[in-house]
């Protein structure tokens, strides 16, 4: 697929703590014909470790899994809109897991996450004839 054709779709959702989310935008005959990998993290920021403060971050990262491109990202947690907004460019320039692996994340900061990400919590296998109905391995990962 040309990158031409490629468009993203940035998400906010206004909420306390905020959550944003950014997604590859793929057109109709692409959609649920790929396995994902998800990654995530659930964590208390260094920031609120050290106050004190009770607050925690969830991110999750969507990688396809033949081609290793980042499909998308998801952050709930304080600074959510400005991270995520900045790797929207990354998934715009179709970045794949190997780059984000390599970038050097900005320490101390909840976005070096994203980049320090090594292990799939979830394989999600879709079924191109079950019109993006997850088939029986996915449902059993998630538990269902």
């Keep these: ?11 906010h959702l206004l ?3 905020s959550h944003q989310l950014v997604k590859l935008v793929l057109p109709k005959n692409r959609q649920n014909k790929n396995t994902v990998i998800l990654m995530s993290a659930n964590f208390r920021p260094l920031k609120a470790t ?8 969830l991110m999750k990262l969507i990688v396809c899994a033949s081609t290793n491109k980042v499909l998308g990202l998801h952050m709930c947690g304080e600074d959510a809109p400005e991270i995520v907004q900045g ?8 970045l794949t897991k190997a780059d984000f ?3 050097v994340g900005i320490h101390p900061t909840t976005a070096e996450e994203f980049v320090t990400m090594r292990t799939p919590t979830r ?3 879709t079924n191109s004839s079950s019109e993006g109905r997850k ?3 996915a449902k059993a990962a998630a538990g269902v």
């Design 1 to 11: 697929m040309s990158q031409q054709n490629q468009t993203i779709g940035l998400f």
């Design 15 to 17: 909420c306390f703590p």
């Design 50 to 57: 050290l106050s004190g403060l009770p607050e925690q971050v």
């Design 87 to 94: 790797f929207a460019v990354a998934v715009k320039a179709g």
């Design 101 to 103: 692996d390599v970038t």
């Design 123 to 125: 394989k999600i296998r």
């Design 135 to 137: 088939d029986v391995e």
